[in-house]
């Protein structure tokens, strides 16, 4: 396995550590498991926030996906670069999620732009 394949399992499961995060932080118990949509959707401060990074790295996995895909079986890109970019861009998603538990937006967002140029990366590689 590689390192770019190791980083795609990562950021398959990495929407997951938020979403505990968002249940810890907002007072999950098993009764909130009838209605987890709702739950989540009442939650307010860091754990509001862990729950939208957990959606924003769901949206934003399959175009990681994609790309490594692309950077390695169709523009058959040197693997140490695509390892290099994989992981930049798995840092950067931790990043991105520290950055908005910590509910710092600007640094957030300028975290969020180096995933995307990650992304874009991959696909040019």
């Known amino acids: 396995m590689t390192i770019a394949t190791s980083c795609m399992l990562a950021a398959v499961l990495l929407p997951y550590l938020f979403t ?6 907002g007072g999950y118990s098993p009764t909130a498991n009838r209605a987890p949509r709702e739950f989540l959707a009442s939650l307010n401060g860091m754990a509001a926030r862990a729950h939208y990074a957990q959606l924003n790295s769901f949206e934003i996995t399959p175009a990681f996906l994609s790309a490594v895909l692309v950077a390695q079986l169709i523009n058959d890109a040197e693997q140490a ?7 930049s861009f798995v840092i950067s998603r931790l990043v991105y999620g ?22 874009v990366a991959l696909f040019c590689v």
């Open 81 to 87: 670069t695509v390892d290099l970019l994989a992981l």
């Open 20 to 25: 505990v995060t968002a249940k810890l932080a």
């Open 98 to 119: 520290a950055c908005y538990l910590l509910g710092w937006s600007t640094l957030r967002s300028g975290i969020w732009f180096v995933g995307i140029g990650i992304v």
